[in-house]
Each structure stands twice: as C-alpha cells, then as structure tokens.
C-alpha cells in the first residue's frame, strides 16, 4: 500500500486498485472524487478552474513542445567528465540538484550528461505559467509520454483531457507514475521558475513516496523551496553547486583550444581568478578574444559589453530598486558585512537582504559555514561600481569615508586606513596613522606601510601627524639620516599656534624619538627615561582618545625593560621584560613580542643560565618564523642569544648559523648595541675555534668602533669580561688579575668566578677557592656556578684533598649536565680536570654519559698552549713531575717510585730548572700551562 500526503492537505491512503479513503470521510470513495479546497499560498481561488478549450489537459501548446526537448550544446562547448561523473553518480539517488547562479553551465551540463545517461532522460524548462497546476503536470506527463514510457492502457495513458488537476487527477498521475516501462531520469530545467506553493507542494507529494523507476534532475538559480531535509537526513540527494561547476585550469584551456584561441599561462591565470570559474565569463572572454580584442582579454572583460549586459539582465534588472541601490554602495566593499552595509546605505535589514542574495545565487557568496561577512563576484561587482560611478560619481569618496569611520570604531586599522586612502582624506590618514602607530611593530606592519606610502609628498608636511606618518615611511626604507630633522620638523610644527598636540601626536613623537633616536645612538638612560615618560603619560589616557594605548605601552614596556638591562640592572629589567612580552602578546604585536624574548635571553646568557636563555631565544626565533619576521631586526637579540647558548653546549656549527642571522637582520638596522653585541658573539666564535689572535683583535675593533654616544654600562662589562676569557686561555692571567684584582667587593658574579681562574692559574689557591666560593654564593645556579666549583675542584686537588674535589666536582658536572653546558668543563685548560673527569665516571655514575661526551670533545677543544719553553724532560722527570701537586713529600714520592730520596731531589732540580722555576708551587703552575700535567 502507498500512502501519499497531498500538497499538504488532508492524506488519501489508495491500494492500486482499490477504492480510497480519505481522510475525514466515513466510507469509500473513489480518487476521481477526491479534491481540494485549499487556495494557494498568495490567498487565490483554488486552482480547479472553469474549462479552458485551448489547453486540454494532455494537449499541450505546439509551441510548448520545445520545452521538452533536451537544448542542443553550442559549437565550442567543453564536456567535463569530473561534472558529467557527479550527475552519473547523483541520479542513483532520488534527486540530484544543481544549484549555481545564472552562467554557470548548469543546462549545458546536464545536456551534454544526457547523451551517456544508461536510462532514458525526459526534459522540462520550466516556465512561469509552469506555477498552475494542470499546466506543470501537463508539461511533465507529456515529457514523460515522448520517451515511450507510458505503456498504453496504462494510468497515465488513459487519463482524458481535463479541464483542471484536482487531488484526485494527481493520485492518478502519480500512481500512473508507479507504472512506467522503464527507469526515467526527469530534468527540470529553471526549476527556480516554480514559486507557487500548491506546485510544490504537489512535489513534495511525490518525494514523500517516490515511484520506483523515477528520478529527478533539478536545475535551479536558487535553493529549491522543497522539504529536501528529509532526503539529505537520509542520503536520498546529490548536490552539485557553483565551485563544483567552477572551470578549473585545464577545463578554461580546453575551451579556448575548442575556438582555437591561444592565451598565455599568466592571462589564463588572471581570467580564472577574475571570473572565478564562471563558465559564461570565461566564455565572454573568449568570445572578446576571437572578436578581435587580443590585447586584453582579461583586463578589459568588467567593462566588456557582454559581460555588463548579461549581469545586468540576468541578476540585476528583477531586483527590486532598493536592493539594487544597496548593491551599488556596497560595492566599494572588498568584503561587507550587515552592519558595515547599514552604515553606508542606512539599511537596517542588511543582514537578510545579503542572505536572501546568497540563497539566490546572486553572485554574492558568504564566507564561513554561519556566515556574517559576504563578497561579490569580481565582474558583479566591477559591474556595480562602474554603475555607481555613472549615476552618483561623488558617493564614493563619502562611501570610503563612512567605512573608515566604520572600520576605525571596529579597531580594524588597516582597512579603516585602506578606505581614508581611497577616499584620499589625508588629514583623517594621518590622524589615523598615529592613533595606531604601533601597528608598524604587528604582523600588519608591511600592509600598515603600504598605506602611508599612498599619501603624496606634497601632503606629508601638512601636519604632524602627516610628518610622522612620512618618518615612519623612511625609517622602514632604511633612511634613517633623516628621520632627526623630521623630529625637530614635527616639535616646530608643534610649537607653532596653529599646532595640533593631541595626546596621540605627543605619544607617538615620545615613542618614535625613543626607539630611533636614544636606540640608535646607544643612550640607553635616555632610553629609559624616554620609556618612562612615555609609561607616566599613558597612565591617564583613555582609549577614547588613543585607540592603541595599550600598543603603546606594550612598546615602551619593552624599551624600558632593554634600557635597564644594558644599564647595569638585571633585575628590573627583568620585571619589564615581562610585562612587555605579556602585554604585546595580548594586543598582538608580534615584533614587539619577539623582541622581548630577545632581551629575556640575553639577560638569562648574564645570569648563566643557559637553558633558560636557550628555551627564550628558540621561542623568539621559531616565532620570528612562524611569522615571517626571521630577518626582522626585532629578532637580532633572540638570534644572538641563541649563538651564545649553542655555544655554551660546545655546538659550534648551530651558534655560527644563528650568529650569521642575527648578523644578516641587524646589518642595516642603526642600533649600535647591537653591532656590539655582535663583535661580542664573533669574538666567543673565534675562541672557540681555538683563533685567539683573531678574538683578541675583534675585541679591540668593537671598542674602537663603538660610539661615542653609547652609554651602556653592561655591555661594557660583558666586552671587559670577554676579553678576561681570551686573557685566561692565551695564558695572561696575570692580565686578568690586574683588570679585576683592585674591584673584588664590585665584581658581578661572571667576574668574580673569571678572577678566582685566574688566580689559581698563577697559583694563588687560596685566595681562588675563596673567590669561587663568593661567585657561588652570589649565583648558586647556572655558568657561575660550573665554573665555581671546578675551580674549588682543583684547588681541593692541588691540596692534596681527594673526597673534597670529588664532591666539587661533582656539583659542576650535575649543574652543567641540567643547563646543557659543556663548555666550561671542556675549555678550562686544565690537563688535571681530565684526569678528575675520568674518575668521576666511576665514582658518579648517573652522570657518566655526560661527562664521557665532555672527555670526548676536551680531547679536541683544548687550545694550545701560548707558550712552549724547554720541555724535554725525562720520563723519569714525568714521573715525579706527576706528584708535585699532591702533599706528598720527596720521600714519600721516592717510596712510591722505589727509588732513594737523593734521586727524587735529583729529579726535582732538573724540573726546576727546565720548567724554569724555583719553587714546588711556581713548578706546579708552570707545568699545568704547559699541560704537562
């Protein structure tokens, strides 16, 4: 039994057959008698209308017959078999829709599928009479009868003409329908001509209890008005639409190959991306190339004659004048929203105009599966604009500056800037450009430039705004000789009566005079009292008047936090630092971001702790990445700072790449903290490829190339304190003594671990254990602390203390081993830290995977040593030599040979005098410089 719903009224259940039962009525009756009462959905009479002699029901019109046959493809049409295989495989369900715009080719696909469709393929271009009844099911029952479907004697063969379809009339046809002779593919063409809800109620009828051997083709400009939920809940429908439809690359090839027409690989890219795949667009384009229009096919394709007229008929003449005119001035609009749209055309239903536009394939596309913002097709909306121009040519600059307005209230500073320009109000650029200066420190900072660059140079010293805005244009260029005069300009300007000094205008001068003017002569107090004006003013201003303030202050967080550091106070640096990484990230100024992980890691590579200063900088770096911003000179901190930390893990490849790229990013950058900082780098380079000349003379060109101006107290003590290293490997420690020795209550901890080296290298053990022991005090973590307890490891072992420089030893191995850092243990020079090494590898355990790497790479680290006096001693000499830094007496040392103490005194004259020394502890020293032992 079938049970079908009519049009929404009351439900006949039928047997094929049998008599029917409608609802509501207590008896049989037959269908024939079954009607409907219901007028249709515009409130009409219902459609069982008086007799028309001129349309029987199953005679249509001559003329109408051309509406069931299949439209022939034009000359040059492309078959496209990915398309013609997604109709095959969509008309196995009940119903395949192909819904796109006008243009797209949805006929012309389902005429060229038809030819290779297995099943017999029935036609109907649906018409606007097509909304009456008896007509509609007129043309479909006639489509059907021209395919030999309709077996005679059947249903639908002895239906008889009919002044109208009544309910009863359109249970016969669809149970004809179960009877036909073979499986038919139906094509309703135009089907979006259907609007009438009695029609479409009578389809929904038969989607509800579909006949078996039917399946319908729908072609559509606009969504379907039917109940398709239940098909698509149940996968019974295949849907095809505009992107599927759209040409691609090799399908837009073949049609103008088709019309023997030849275009480049550059134009055939520009005509894809303007018509979007648009199969009439692309066709019009072809047509304009073989009319003789090479020069430009695609360029000129807006403005072609075809294009405008086809647009204009077939999307823009059936809009009503409000909706039209809304298209107009939205136009001006890459991209719309409904609130932006109501801004500029006073539309308070924006929001379902554009969605009605979209459900009707208007060319107007949503973006996002809930969508708020919508485009145009490029050709509509060239189309709209050059209508706009034509009939109101002074709109658009008031369009543009009401989507500035828009824009700037919605903090979108780039596109409200994009409309000022377009609107070329360069008063209102300016001020816009200030308000959101640090916008040139985001990642939007080449489209924020690109902006400025529009306003023209007779403009630029209007204002201060304009003049900040063309100083902001020339330092991003690299001009930076004339950014002071711009400055002095900008004050002048100022200090005129008729200057402007809004808070935003003070703000930015503040702002641009600390990062270019105190940054690029090194002043770094007046860095941070720049900085820290510029914090005080920002403490009563309100985002009403300053849009950016915490961009702003995000970017003087920063500068504080790196004038303080260079300045000799860690600690507060740190704290600003901090703030500044924190208040960029939440506003979104990547540069400003990076640059503070930057200075987070150089401050970490003062304290020593190397990992820390690693896991900033490789943050920074891979950021800097993501971003695009590796090269920028925002990133020559973090760059650096890794150079040092790969450096501290003896990994000299990785530290010479990031040094090259921190180097590449600053050379045209005119910050001399950074040209320091990089000799620095380069220096630490050279020492550890064992060139100590080359480091040594790098040092003393970073001190005479630095600035006058430079005021930075701790770069000039990290110089000092690389110098004391390649002092102390040179063997000079004697030169170290004399820089620190006078300052011990002073010193850093860096400093004060470099002095106790070089003391226990000229033999001053005591007075070296005491000064480790102050630097581990002071830093009981990190580098510091390596270094520390190894020298207190062998001035325990010089002392004849073995537990005690065990112990030592390993609290520097186990803090080395947690911060990566190998070089303090591989390039300390001692031959007896060796030899303390391999013990520690039976004695400690958990630590000797750690400590055979630093064996195996001090076997190669170790530079040589910088002088080599007369050496030939003997084995025997050796021997003894071995035991001189231990307490054991000549006696003793002769007990542990087997040989007499007058031997032993023999041998020990001999090393005096070879090793050129008079005493036991100078023999000591001496021999260690030598690695000898």
Not at 233 to 249: H, M, S
Not at 284 to 311: K, M, N, Q
Not at 426 to 452: K, Q, T, Y
Request: charged share 25%; aromatic share 4%; glycine share 8%.
């Amino acid at each position: 039994m079938t049970v079908r719903g009519l049009g929404g009224h009351p439900t006949v259940a039928h047997a094929r057959g049998s008599p029917t039962l409608t609802a509501g009525q207590g008896g049989d009756v037959n269908r024939e008698n079954a009607h409907s009462v219901a007028a249709d959905d515009r409130g009409a009479t219902p459609l069982a209308r008086p007799p028309d002699p001129r349309q029987p029901f199953d005679t249509p019109h001559r003329h109408h017959a051309a509406r069931h046959a299949r439209p022939r493809l034009t000359e040059g049409s492309v078959v496209r078999r990915r398309l013609t295989d997604l109709v095959d495989a969509g008309v196995r369900r009940l119903v395949t829709v192909v819904c796109a715009g006008p243009g797209w080719g949805k006929t012309e696909l389902a005429a060229s599928w038809a030819p290779t469709s297995t099943d017999p393929v029935a036609w109907l271009t649906v018409r606007p009479d097509d909304n009456d009844r008896t007509r509609f099911w007129a043309h479909v029952v006639a489509a059907l009868d021209g395919l030999d479907a309709i077996a005679p004697g059947s249903t639908l063969a002895r239906l008889e003409p009919s002044t109208g379809v009544t309910d009863g009339t359109l249970v016969r046809i669809l149970d004809g329908l179960d009877e036909l002779t073979k499986p038919v593919v139906l094509v309703l063409d135009d089907f979006h001509e259907l609007r009438r809800r009695r029609v479409l109620d009578d389809l929904d009828d038969l989607l509800l209890y579909p006949p078996e051997g039917l399946r319908l083709l729908l072609l559509t400009r606009s969504e379907p008005a039917l109940r398709l939920h239940r098909l698509r809940l149940a996968g019974d429908i295949a849907e095809i639409r505009a992107p599927d439809l759209a040409f691609r690359e090799d399908e837009a090839t073949l049609l103008f190959a088709h019309r023997e027409l030849r275009v480049t690989c550059d134009d055939l890219a520009h005509v894809l991306e303007r018509t979007e795949g648009w199969a009439a667009g692309l066709q019009l384009a072809a047509a304009s190339l073989a009319g003789g229009r090479r020069g430009r096919p695609v360029d000129g394709l807006a403005g072609d004659d075809g294009v405008t007229d086809y647009l204009t008929r077939e999307v823009l003449t059936d809009l009503p004048p409000n909706v039209r005119r809304f298209l107009m001035r939205t136009s001006v609009f890459d991209e719309v929203c409904a609130d932006l749209a109501t801004a500029v055309t006073g539309e308070p239903y924006s929001q379902r105009i554009l969605e009605d536009l979209e459900r009707a394939n208007a060319f107007v596309q949503g973006l996002g599966s809930s969508p708020r913002w919508f485009r145009y097709h490029p050709l509509l909306r060239d189309v709209l604009r050059h209508e706009l121009a034509v009939e109101s040519p002074g709109a658009v600059p008031e369009l543009h500056r009401q989507a500035a307005r828009w824009y700037h209230g919605q903090n979108a500073v780039i596109e409200s800037l994009r409309h000022a320009a377009a609107a070329r109000d360069w008063i209102h650029l300016g001020r816009l450009a200030v308000m959101w200066l640090p916008v040139v420190v985001s990642a939007d900072r080449a489209a924020f430039v690109a902006v400025l660059r529009q306003i023209p140079p007779n403009e630029m010293s209007t204002s201060v705004e304009l003049l900040l805005s063309a100083m902001l244009v020339q330092y991003t260029a690299g001009d930076y000789a004339d950014v002071p005069r711009r400055i002095a300009q900008a004050r002048d300007l100022l200090g005129r009566p008729s200057g402007r000094g809004t808070l935003a205008v003070e703000v930015a001068l503040l702002t641009i005079e600390a990062a270019i003017t105190a940054r690029r002569r090194g002043d770094m107090p007046a860095l941070v009292d720049a900085a820290t004006g510029t914090l005080a003013r920002l403490a009563h201003a309100r985002f009403a008047e300053l849009p950016a303030l915490l961009q702003y202050r995000a970017i003087a967080l920063c500068h504080k936090g790196m004038g303080l550091l260079w300045s000799g106070h860690p600690g507060r640096a740190d704290r600003y630092l901090w703030a500044a990484l924190t208040a960029s990230r939440g506003v979104g100024l990547v540069l400003v971001e990076i640059n503070a992980l930057g200075y987070l890691a150089l401050l970490a590579v003062t304290r020593g702790s190397v990992s820390e200063a690693y896991e900033h900088a490789a943050h920074a770096v891979d950021l800097a990445d993501r971003r695009g911003a590796r090269g920028a000179t925002q990133a020559v901190p973090a760059h650096l700072a890794l150079a040092l930390a790969e450096l501290e893990h003896t990994n000299r490849p990785e530290a010479e790449r990031a040094f090259q790229e921190g180097f590449d990013a600053h050379r045209g950058e005119p910050d001399v903290t950074h040209v320091l900082l990089s000799s620095l780098v380069r220096a630490r380079l050279l020492v550890a490829g064992g060139d100590l000349d080359a480091a040594r003379g790098e040092l003393r060109r970073a001190r005479s190339g630095a600035a006058a101006t430079m005021v930075a107290p701790a770069l000039d003590r990290w110089h000092r304190l690389t110098e004391s290293e390649v002092d102390l490997l040179s063997g000079h420690a004697e030169a170290v003594v004399a820089r620190y020795g006078r300052h011990t209550d002073s010193l850093l901890p860096s400093e004060t671990v470099c002095l106790a080296r070089a003391e226990l290298a000229i033999g001053g053990l005591d007075l070296a254990e005491a000064l480790a022991a102050r630097a581990r005090a002071a830093a009981p973590a990190g580098l510091v602390a390596v270094w520390s307890w190894a020298v207190t490891a062998l001035v325990a072992d010089a002392q004849g203390h073995g537990n005690r420089s065990a112990d030592a030893l390993a609290n520097a191995v186990r803090i080395a081993q947690r911060e990566g850092a190998r070089r303090p243990l591989v390039s300390l020079g001692e031959r007896r830290l060796t030899a303390l090494l391999e013990r520690q590898r039976w004695l400690f355990r958990e630590n000797a995977n750690f400590v055979a790497d630093v064996l195996a790479e001090s076997t190669t680290a170790r530079p040589a040593p910088a002088v080599s006096p007369q050496t030939d001693l003997s084995d025997r000499e050796l021997e003894v030599l071995r035991y001189l830094p231990t307490v054991l007496t000549a006696a003793e040392i002769a007990v542990e040979l087997r040989v007499s103490v007058n031997t032993v005194k023999a041998h020990l004259r001999a090393i005096y005098r070879k090793l050129d020394v008079t005493r036991r502890r100078e023999a000591v020293v001496r021999a260690r410089e030598l690695g000898l032992i």
